[in-house]
């Protein structure tokens, strides 16, 4: 999420608010103080219903997160380190820098967000009816923020891939298969089925004249069936590279081009007549940079024979370096974060490689082609 800024940080984790928080924050705020609390609970002054709206809709939101850090936590105590938790328009989202290794533990991570909100509103109920329902502001609070945590525990329970219910889900259909992408194949395809039951809903629910609560609805099927989409083909990368390293993909055959070489000859003679797509320029045992078919591209044909490599070429200093030991999969999301083509991969100050897209990619195709 893209507009976010910080609150403050709770056991390590970051708690941020994205800018499409304060709409929802504003309309629910908005709607308890001049729709729901005035026709529920008659007779107090305008501005108590204001003040009362805007602090249930606090205590409401500090629910949301309380169900997130209750992921987070599971999620920590199991060695998975937790980035980041952002309040957005529907809710909150932790931002969980790996997968569970086991599907007992994503049972477990997945289930602790619903029964926290079912513990809120537990305990809200029960205070609720300990202190004798009664037409005070306290009370209306306790009755709703109750009442709203069982509702958010049993929408996240809905069994649609990735929210909990599905992840609950992906679990068992893990435990039973023993197989990650398999479960969640089949999670994301009961996820995509109840995102479009939801659009459809909406859809009937604006037929029939509710136009904002059909609008919202549908908005929200809209919202999971991407996540579906997305967090399964993330998922399906990420499981399939978890583990492989830079050097089993890199290329390796690195072919040194001596300074002065001319763009012509480095196409004609090198490009074109080897495998390799890996060429630093080397002066002295000194790699001055790395030259790709792409810098060459850049180059006017007619030019290809007065322009040197070394004036096209990438400087190495200013490449950013992977090592042959790193994990694929953050190097494919930093590549694509950065919009790196290659990269060069750096073993004790030398140049041992490139890691090009192509070649993550075409190890990709390989894996899915064979289904291993
Ligand atoms: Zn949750």
């Known amino acids: 999420m893209g507009n976010s800024f910080q609150i403050g940080k709770i056991f390590g984790i970051s708690i941020r608010i994205d800018f499409t928080w304060f709409i929802v924050f504003a309309l629910i705020a908005l709607s308890l103080s001049t729709h729901y609390f005035p026709s529920e609970y008659e007779g107090w002054p305008t501005s108590t219903y204001w003040v009362l709206g805007i602090i249930t809709a606090l205590v409401f939101f500090a629910s949301v997160l309380a169900h997130e850090l209750a992921h ?73 923020v109750a009442r709203i945590n069982i509702i958010v525990a049993v929408f996240n329970m809905i069994p649609g891939f990735p929210l909990d219910g599905g992840r609950v889900f992906r679990s068992i259909v893990w435990r039973i298969t023993g197989n990650l992408r398999k479960a969640t194949r089949i999670a994301s395809s009961v996820g995509k089925v109840v995102a479009y ?68 000859d480095f196409v004609d003679e090198h490009i074109l007549k080897t495998a390799g797509r890996c060429f630093p320029i080397v002066d002295k045992d000194e790699v001055l940079g790395i030259i790709t078919l792409h810098s060459a591209k850049e180059v006017p044909k007619e030019k290809w024979e007065t322009t040197r490599i070394e004036e096209v070429m990438t400087p190495f200093d200013e490449m950013k370096s992977v090592s042959p030991d790193d994990e694929i999969y953050t190097v494919m999301q930093h590549m694509t974060e950065e919009g790196y083509n290659q990269l060069p991969v750096v073993e004790n100050g030398q140049l041992v490689g490139m890691i090009a897209r192509d070649n993550l990619v075409g190890y990709l195709n390989a894996r899915l082609e064979l289904d291993r």
Not at 95 to 105: F, H, L, M
Not at 119 to 135: E, H, K, M, T, W
Not at 242 to 249: F, L, T, Y
């Open 72 to 144: 987070s936590l599971v999620s920590k105590a199991r060695g998975i380190p937790v980035d980041s938790i952002t309040l957005f328009i529907f809710g909150g989202v932790a931002r969980i820098s790996d997968e569970p290794k086991n599907p007992g533990g994503e049972f477990l991570m997945a289930i602790a967000g619903p029964a926290t909100s079912v513990a809120i509103g537990v305990i809200f109920g029960a205070i609720y009816y300990a202190v004798g329902r009664s037409n005070s502001p306290f009370s209306a609070l306790t009755a709703w």
């Open 197 to 264: 039951i939801f659009i459809l809903l909406g859809i009937w629910s604006v037929i029939n004249g509710n136009w904002f609560g059909g609008i919202w609805i549908a908005f929200i099927g809209w919202f999971l069936l991407n996540a579906a989409n997305t967090s399964y083909r993330q998922m399906a990368v990420r499981e399939m590279l978890s583990g492989v390293k830079v050097r089993q993909v890199m290329n390796n055959q690195c072919n040194q081009l001596p300074k002065g070489l001319v763009v012509k």
